[in-house]
């Protein structure tokens, strides 16, 4: 069987003016037999050889081999940059002649051309390939990491109910789940995270935040920064809504009161009228 998006090692069965055909076996049907193009046929191929080629459609939705190096098989995913952004959706470089389409709506975010992507290849409807950045079920959960580890994750889905879906060196399944979640996030960045738990299925559950006791200066600092964009004055103190604060600053409520404490007890900062103000 001819397996679309796919490596296979076939047979070549018949030389003809503008490449060879290929098939599993010599005595193949023409239904089951494949062209390879003659700019793609290594010098000296001749009837009977078996050569690895991957197969794809061209252009005209014709099933083809190549010997060139696809970035990924159907399955398998890889980060790709993005060519062409039109209105069927995006094209992204993957190795081949014919780019590949990454349609709208297996898109997590707007697509810029230039950028790269994580992305996973797999076979629609209308028997196409095509992308996806939809890749929680295609990423592998037999990290190498333990609670405590620092790693690298980039963000490809954000959910409401569950948090941020996070791929850890590329690879594997990781998120930051929604208590956790308190920045701003998009995807496509990529985050220096600290593992949390491993979880019995290998999947992570990481965080951006530090341990408490080292992330307080990192949040003060960040406050304060804030608050001398108001003006020096912040028209709230820290009686304000989980919502509001979240808004202003990314943190949560509690976080938000640590890191005010921690800049009271410096005197950098003090509160009165329901107002924070900087002191000079």
Avoid at 95 to 103: I, M, T
Avoid at 175 to 180: F, G, N, Q, V
Avoid at 250 to 269: C, I, P, Q
Wanted: aromatic letters at 8%; hydrophobic letters at 40%.
């Amino acid at each position: 069987m001819l397996l679309l998006g796919k490596k296979q090692i076939l047979t070549v069965v018949k030389t003809v003016d503008f490449g060879i055909y290929l098939a599993e076996d010599a005595r193949a049907d023409q239904k089951d037999q494949v062209l390879l193009p003659k700019k793609q046929v290594p010098e000296g191929t001749k009837d009977g050889d078996k050569l690895q080629v991957f197969l794809y459609k061209d252009s005209k939705d014709r099933l083809i081999a190549t010997t060139n190096e696809p970035a990924l098989q159907v399955g398998e995913f890889a980060v790709l940059k993005a060519k062409q952004v039109t209105k069927i959706g995006a094209f992204m470089d993957w190795g081949l002649e014919k780019d590949l389409l990454l349609p709208y709506h297996e898109q997590t975010t707007r697509i810029q051309e230039g950028k790269e992507y994580l992305v996973a290849l797999y076979v629609d409807k209308s028997s196409r390939l095509c992308a996806t950045m939809k890749v929680y079920h295609y990423l592998h959960k037999n990290s190498p990491y333990s609670i405590g580890d620092e790693v690298k994750g980039r963000v490809y889905e954000i959910s409401g109910n569950f948090g941020v879906f996070v791929a850890v060196d590329d690879k594997y399944s990781a998120l930051i789940p929604a208590r956790e979640a308190k920045g701003k996030y998009r995807p496509g960045e990529i985050l220096t995270l600290r593992v949390t738990e491993v979880k019995e299925d290998g999947k992570l559950n990481v965080s951006d935040r530090q341990k408490a006791y080292l992330q307080i200066d990192e949040d003060a600092e960040s406050v304060y920064s804030i608050i001398e964009e108001f003006a020096g004055v912040l028209p709230f103190d820290d009686s304000a809504s989980p919502e509001v604060i979240q808004r202003e600053f990314g943190l949560s409520k509690n976080a938000f009161k640590r890191a005010v404490g921690h800049l009271m007890k410096e005197k950098k900062v003090e509160i009165r009228d329901k107002r924070i103000y900087i002191v000079k």
